[in-house]
């Protein structure tokens, strides 16, 4: 998907910002930022997926608010995003989704459902969120952040498994709505994926 170069430029600044990089380390790991932003807004954007704002800016909030949970919940670790370090409950990818063993992750149209590891149905394991491509791991996110929003009005059940206004939850949401509160998207979502012009080719 082609996306208006200055809402990535605008997604990376907040990442930096959240976990700036160690020192010396600045350039690759911009640029690392960089591919975790673009999955994210193509995740963001994609016409398949309900965004969990409304308005002219709700794709961009919603791009947002998954980097500001992926900041909180792994800070963008490299081997977390490769799946070379886990948490202690299986927690995989960079938004630290638990997908046991036992069974797969199926995205339904809004939302999601468990299937047996056996299952023939298809369905995400772990091993589908890790790895370079972080495709998988942020429209999984996404699915769970948007029935955690519609269950309980916010993050709790993304973060603590119940509607319990975790503050947790709490953080994760604060995070995206200050920075968007000082640092709102530089374009509409309709600008963002507007067909870019062909110099010479539009008259």
């Known amino acids: 998907m082609i996306v208006h170069p200055a809402l ?4 990376v600044a907040a990442m930096l910002a ?14 690392r930022y960089a591919q975790i932003a673009s999955s994210a807004l193509d995740i963001g954007f994609d016409p398949v997926e309900k965004p969990l704002f409304d308005g002219p800016h709700g794709r961009s909030k919603t791009t947002l608010q998954m980097l500001a949970i992926a900041g909180f919940e792994s800070f963008y670790r490299k081997d977390v995003q490769l799946g070379e370090k886990r948490g202690k409950a299986g927690d995989s990818c960079l938004m630290q989704i638990i997908i046991v063993p036992s069974r797969r992750m199926r995205l339904t149209e809004f939302t999601y459902e468990w299937l047996p590891a056996s299952s023939q149905e298809g369905g995400l394991t772990w091993h589908d969120l890790v790895g370079e491509d972080t495709h ?17 009005h916010d993050l709790s059940l993304y973060t603590a498994g119940q509607c319990n206004h975790d503050v947790k939850a709490k953080h994760r949401e604060m995070r995206a709505k ?17 067909p870019v012009e062909v110099a010479g080719l539009s008259r």
């Open 178 to 194: 200050m920075h968007y509160l000082h640092h709102p998207a530089p374009v509409t979502d309709l600008e963002a994926v507007a």
């Open 136 to 152: 998988n791991c942020f429209r999984a996110g996404l699915h769970i952040v948007r029935e955690s929003f519609q269950i309980c």
């Open 18 to 31: 959240w976990s700036p990089p160690q020192k010396g380390q600045e350039g690759p790991e911009a640029q």
């Open 8 to 11: 990535l430029s605008w997604l």
